[in-house]
């Protein structure tokens, strides 16, 4: 797994270490994986998903132009050749893209509901859907809709602390905790 | 209990509110209670204790000058009366106290046994030190000394979130975990 | 503060001591508030904002029968005289009681609305709301509501990790995180 | 990953499923891996590792007969291959390893130091070594061990809270936290 200092960044959120690896597992990807990462950010998702699925193929989905730049950026960076990036907010842009193998949402500018319809059709039977919320109200919102349609979810809170090097101690930093929401399409 | 940003405090780190609220409720202070508060940095728990205690006396004992400003300034702010100010590096100062009901102990630098050994003889039996922790290495010490010295403790590892408002959405904002250890004299 | 263990329990659900600490601090009681603990449970709450609150007076609002008798002994128990106990489900029994400083609401049976609705003129202008909730449905729809009727309201998410000792060492068990969600009637 | 209900595990502690997976990826481990599993004790680290370093070799080493027996039924319900269990209490047992890409350590009944001993010459030279610890005492040992022979590592905390479906709600329930020590043999 890549550090989180290895990633460009500039001021764009990024998903930290731990709940990449988290996630990324969730969506169970393998080295064919045809995967959706909407809400891109940074990329560091993306990037981590095409090592993982370095056969296989990655759709980085973003709307803001400065994230953009920065996904272009750590592609290069990291030289993985399996990433297209598609600048649309989601879900525009989706219909476009292949059947998907797994979708991983980290930022839905607020239509979630949308991205999940889309993805209702757009995920293979069996596929994955994985949510990265840091709100109460996205962590509600998806598991409303989960249970509303229907599909097998599982959700879950993880709280990092980070312990830094002072001295001779080591002290608690903690990561703001995220919620991660997964599911798989069952029909 | 008083909101965090109501008190004074410069660059000096200060306890979050739920951490006072239970880091007081821990060290069992009633209304007469005789307390010290050793690091007191920037005098939140001082100046909350002295409410608790209205009729009790607090002495805050602190090493550094910036910070000792900041406890005057707060005492000031928040017109407690039952409050002595001492500008030592602990377990230095402790020696002239009366007895106390009960200790708290915010910051140690690095002195934490020696702290515990004056506070042996200057707690009431009965009385009780409540130690915040932040790094594993404090945590850890602490519950071995209470081991080695046969000291009846309790150990908790506290995390708060809170949410802020961001448009239509509360995001998650950890706090830093803080570990509160307290134990009570029983000879 | 009193330990877990001296309440009575049997199989009823309690709010643990560290919770209970935050949520009555939260609801910033004084010796004469008037106070309702919605969906009472073991009355631990009840119990300790009795002794908080020991010139004022509790209402204990609890459904279930098999929880009123406990909430009766523990009462019993520790020698409050300011309770009284009202087996009904809220929002019914809100009606009969007098202006409220505070209400906590540790259980709401799906009926949390209708409870903000009859506290918010059961409420003294000024007076606190302090909600426990264990589910994100629970958090969500508590927000909600406080931002839709224009409440100043606050969100944390609490958790805390218990240290038990095991032979020679202390290991780690968690409790249950709760959000604890507190506002105040402004208008 | 393998869901925590699919491992048999009678009344063995076992590592839940974010903790695994955040300790294997924390061992980096590769398609060719040589790795030990130390206090093995369900062996649902060893599977997990058998399944990622396919072409590599797992050593699961466990002192209690009960978990040696349990190790072998997974090592079978899972169908893996490169999987060598060692009845011993390390450091017994790690001297006939060979050279080792990393080590993981559940489990180490007291003798950390020993086994952190054993394995600065068993592991390659920018292998690593992930320890998970429960307790305070062992987060600590761990931490001062490779602070004082100069390793390179990093402590984080992971909590990590399951929502459980109750009905129309989703009810947290916390896992126990989890101290997650990694270094790397740099010399």
Do not use: C
């Amino acid at each position: 797994m890549i550090d989180d200092e290895e990633f460009l960044r500039d001021k764009v959120p990024m998903t930290k270490q731990e709940i990449r690896i988290l996630t990324l597992a969730k969506a169970q990807l393998n080295v064919d994986s045809i995967v959706a990462d909407i809400g891109a950010g940074t990329g560091s998702i993306t990037i981590e998903a095409a090592k993982l699925s370095s056969r296989g193929k990655i759709f980085a989905v973003e709307r803001k132009a400065e994230a953009i730049e920065l996904i272009k950026r750590n592609v290069e960076k990291f030289s993985v050749e399996n990433v297209t990036i598609i600048h649309a907010e989601a879900p525009d842009g989706l219909d476009a893209l292949p059947e998907l193998d797994a979708a991983i949402i980290g930022g839905s500018g607020g239509k979630l509901d949308k991205i999940l319809d889309a993805l209702s059709t757009k995920l293979k039977v069996g596929g994955r859907v994985v949510v990265n919320a840091i709100t109460i109200q996205t962590a509600a919102n998806v598991v409303e809709y989960f249970r509303a349609h229907g599909w097998t979810y599982e959700a879950i809170h993880v709280q990092i602390t980070r312990f830094e090097r002072v001295g001779s101690h080591d002290m608690a930093k903690a990561l703001n905790p995220v919620y991660i929401i997964s599911a798989r399409r069952i029909l």
